[in-house]
T-cell receptor
């Protein structure tokens, strides 16, 4: 069973540009979450999608957005990039995105974004 | 109230020793507590998880101890091996609502196991 797949793995963007990152969840998983990982702030939750609907959102500015498609694949977009957006962006998937069923959240290997 | 506090920040142990990492939380709505292991250049991988209705869970060399009244939980790695050298994160989440898909992570512990 293939894991969570993220593309691209590495990218360099210029301040002010925008970027789109892609995520393919584990087959059958309908919940997709996005996280930002930085040395200073650690792992921080961006948002979660389930059946094409955003159900939860973290404390990030509106420049960070996402969407989910009918096949559960997801994209996140960051507009007007700032130097501080340089980070590892992680996608995670699970069956339901809810701890009630104790279902495991699986992470991809991430997309390394460098803003120069 | 959403924080998970993790200690120590870094830990050095000798091969064969016991590694202990501690976490504390405040939000009593948390009901699922996983531990993740992350190697450089990789995403976090689930090691072991526990719910508050049990005080201990063991999987191989990894054990979670959970103290509900103190709102603390810890990871014990027995017979630590150089291959265990990685960053370990504790996390917590709850059911539904503002917890959908959201893990609240500790700041991480960099474990180094010397041969």
């Amino acid at each position: 069973k293939a894991g969570v797949t993220q593309t691209p793995r590495y990218l360099i963007k210029t301040r002010g540009q925008q970027v789109t990152l892609s995520c393919s969840p584990i087959s059958g998983h309908r919940s997709v979450s996005w996280y930002q990982q930085t040395p200073g702030q650690g792992l921080q939750f961006l948002f979660e999608y389930f059946s094409e609907t955003q159900r939860n959102k973290g404390n990030f500015p509106g420049r960070f957005s996402g969407r989910q498609f009918s096949n559960s694949r997801s994209e996140m977009n960051v507009s007007t990039l700032e130097l501080g957006d340089s980070a590892l962006y992680l996608c995670a998937s699970s069956l339901h995105g809810d701890s009630f069923s104790g279902n495991t959240i699986y992470f991809g290997e991430g997309s390394w974004l460098t803003v120069v | 109230q959403q924080q998970v506090k993790q200690s120590p920040q870094s830990l050095i142990v000798q091969k064969g020793g016991i590694s202990i990492i501690n976490c504390a939380y405040e939000n009593t709505a948390f009901d699922y507590f996983p531990w993740y292991q992350q190697f450089p250049g990789k995403g976090p991988a689930l090691l072991i998880a526990i719910r508050p209705d049990v005080s201990e869970k063991k999987e191989g060399r990894f054990t979670i101890s959970f103290n509900k009244s103190a709102k603390q939980f810890s990871l014990h790695i027995m017979d630590s091996q150089p291959g265990d050298s990685a960053t370990y994160f504790c996390a917590a989440t709850g059911a539904g609502g503002t917890s959908y898909g959201k893990l609240t992570f500790g700041q991480g512990t960099i474990l180094t196991v010397h041969p």
